[in-house]
């Protein structure tokens, strides 16, 4: 496959380029206010130290917008160093003060995969979060094929009752699109799969599981007026289903991917905040289900941008948007060009599928 190629071909040159990180400069922690199932409170971030996303580090090359691998150490991190960076950030926020908190661990890749995440190390981090006494939501991230009844029975035989969310980038429910733009390596199928796996454990078990679907605007080969179409699909498409949440995000130009490289050839742009705005109003004003929107990048040159009057202003209602899941209204004399670019960013697109990409 020709994005499976190119996609291998520069994420090894990432990798030759890279200077190796240690797990202490891989983990990292913040807490502020979130969105969470019963409604705003505070929250702990904590990235844990991984070797990696298996499917980036592995044959097929990753996706083509995510440098996760920049992020890890590319080599397996033994137990009790994980756990001892853990307990370190735990440490450094203020989280007893609070009667209920919620906790998303990432891990870079997925919470779920033991060769990332080692069981023993899971398990220890569950156990220290329910002996807290105040976390009453964790919050996970993982590919679909690790979502497994075996693992679940063993994380809840730990965290009894607690909320249990498990986020899947399933990025769009365009199969072409994910398995040829994205490169993503499973289908919607497997999606659903995951998802119904979670109700169903839900319903026989009784397990607290939720599912959250991240949902990527504007991949590579995509005009700005198809990824707003293609976004709010997909967020119909998995209210259709069941998800319990949906995170949208818009691409941010990383380094060492697929998408900087046609970005640098000047044949990608992220798309407008307007774009961003627009597929958030929509989701929010037709459909019932909780909706973020994350604005990591926005306003930079390698992140979705407007003009230079409204990006501030703009980032910070999505964020105070996001708490509320109210709409955005906000005008700028830009906007009349955004609406032009979309209305004429099909005008002489080929109904015709990319086969090759001339890129190397």
Not at 136 to 162: H, K, Q
Not at 290 to 308: E, I, M, V, W
Not at 322 to 328: A, F, H
């Given at each position: 496959?020709?994005?499976?190629?190119?996609?291998?071909?520069?994420?090894?040159?990432?990798?030759?380029?890279?200077?190796?990180?240690?797990?202490?400069?891989?983990?990292?922690?913040?807490?502020?206010?979130?969105?969470?199932?019963?409604?705003?409170?505070?929250?702990?971030?904590?990235?844990?130290?991984?070797?990696?996303?298996?499917?980036?580090?592995?044959?097929?090359?990753?996706?083509?917008?995510?440098?996760?691998?920049?992020?890890?150490?590319?080599?397996?991190?033994?137990?009790?160093?994980?756990?001892?960076?853990?307990?370190?950030?735990?440490?450094?926020?203020?989280?007893?003060?609070e009667?209920?908190?919620?906790?998303?661990?990432?891990?870079?890749?997925?919470?779920?995969?033991?060769?990332?995440?080692?069981?023993?190390?899971?398990?220890?981090i569950?156990?220290?979060?329910?002996?807290?006494?105040?976390?009453?939501?964790?919050?996970?991230?993982?590919?679909?094929?690790?979502?497994?009844?075996?693992?679940?029975?063993?994380?809840?035989?730990?965290?009894?009752?607690?909320?249990?969310?498990?986020?899947?980038?399933?990025?769009?429910?365009?199969?072409?699109?994910?398995?040829?733009?994205?490169?993503?390596?499973?289908?919607?199928?497997?999606?659903?799969?995951?998802?119904?796996?979670?109700?169903?454990?839900?319903?026989?078990?009784?397990?607290?599981?939720?599912?959250?679907?991240?949902?990527?605007v504007?991949?590579?080969?995509?005009?700005?007026?198809?990824?707003?179409?293609?976004?709010?699909?997909?967020?119909?498409?998995?209210?259709?289903?069941?998800?319990?949440?949906?995170?949208?995000?818009?691409?941010?130009?990383?380094?060492?991917?697929?998408?900087?490289?046609?970005w640098?050839?000047?044949?990608?742009?992220?798309p407008?905040?307007?774009?961003?705005?627009?597929?958030?109003?929509?989701?929010?004003?037709?459909?019932?289900?909780?909706?973020?929107?994350?604005?990591?990048?926005?306003?930079?040159?390698?992140?979705?941008?407007?003009?230079?009057?409204?990006?501030?202003?703009?980032?910070?209602?999505?964020?105070?948007n996001?708490?509320?899941?109210?709409?955005?209204e906000?005008?700028?004399?830009?906007?009349?060009?955004?609406?032009?670019?979309?209305?004429?960013?099909?005008?002489?697109?080929?109904?015709?599928?990319?086969?090759n990409i001339?890129?190397?």
């Open positions: 496959m020709e994005i499976e190629n190119l996609t291998k071909e520069i994420r090894q040159r990432a990798f030759e380029r890279k200077e190796p990180k240690t797990p202490e400069q891989v983990g990292t922690s913040w807490y502020n206010d979130d969105l969470t199932y019963n409604g705003v409170a505070k929250t702990l971030f904590i990235i844990l130290p991984t070797p990696g996303c298996a499917w980036a580090i592995g044959d097929s090359g990753g996706c083509t917008m995510c440098s996760y691998v920049s992020d890890c150490t590319l080599e397996p991190i033994d137990t009790e160093t994980i756990l001892e960076i853990f307990h370190n950030h735990l440490q450094r926020h203020p989280i007893d003060e009667d209920k908190i919620s906790v998303k661990l990432f891990a870079s890749g997925s919470f779920l995969n033991p060769y990332e995440l080692p069981k023993k190390a899971r398990n220890e569950l156990k220290t979060l329910m002996e807290l006494g105040n976390v009453t939501e964790i919050i996970v991230e993982s590919r679909p094929e690790y979502v497994r009844e075996e693992y679940l029975d063993e994380i809840f035989n730990i965290i009894g009752d607690t909320l249990f969310e498990i986020s899947i980038g399933l990025e769009t429910s365009n199969d072409y699109t994910r398995l040829n733009k994205i490169n993503k390596g499973f289908t919607t199928k497997d999606f659903e799969n995951a998802v119904k796996l979670t109700q169903n454990l839900a319903k026989t078990k009784g397990y607290n599981l939720k599912s959250k679907a991240y949902i990527f504007k991949p590579i080969l995509v005009s700005e007026k198809q990824a707003i179409t293609e976004a709010i699909e997909t967020a119909t498409y998995c209210n259709s289903i069941g998800v319990n949440r949906l995170s949208f995000c818009p691409a941010t130009i990383h380094s060492g991917t697929v998408i900087e490289r046609f640098r050839k000047g044949a990608y742009q992220p407008w905040i307007w774009s961003c705005i627009e597929i958030i109003n929509t989701v929010r004003d037709k459909l019932d289900i909780p909706a973020l929107l994350d604005t990591s990048g926005f306003g930079s040159r390698r992140g979705p941008y407007n003009c230079k009057k409204c990006n501030k202003d703009l980032k910070h209602m999505i964020i105070a996001n708490l509320t899941q109210t709409k955005i906000y005008d700028c004399e830009c906007k009349n060009e955004w609406l032009a670019q979309v209305e004429n960013s099909d005008m002489n697109f080929s109904t015709v599928e990319v086969k001339p890129l190397y």
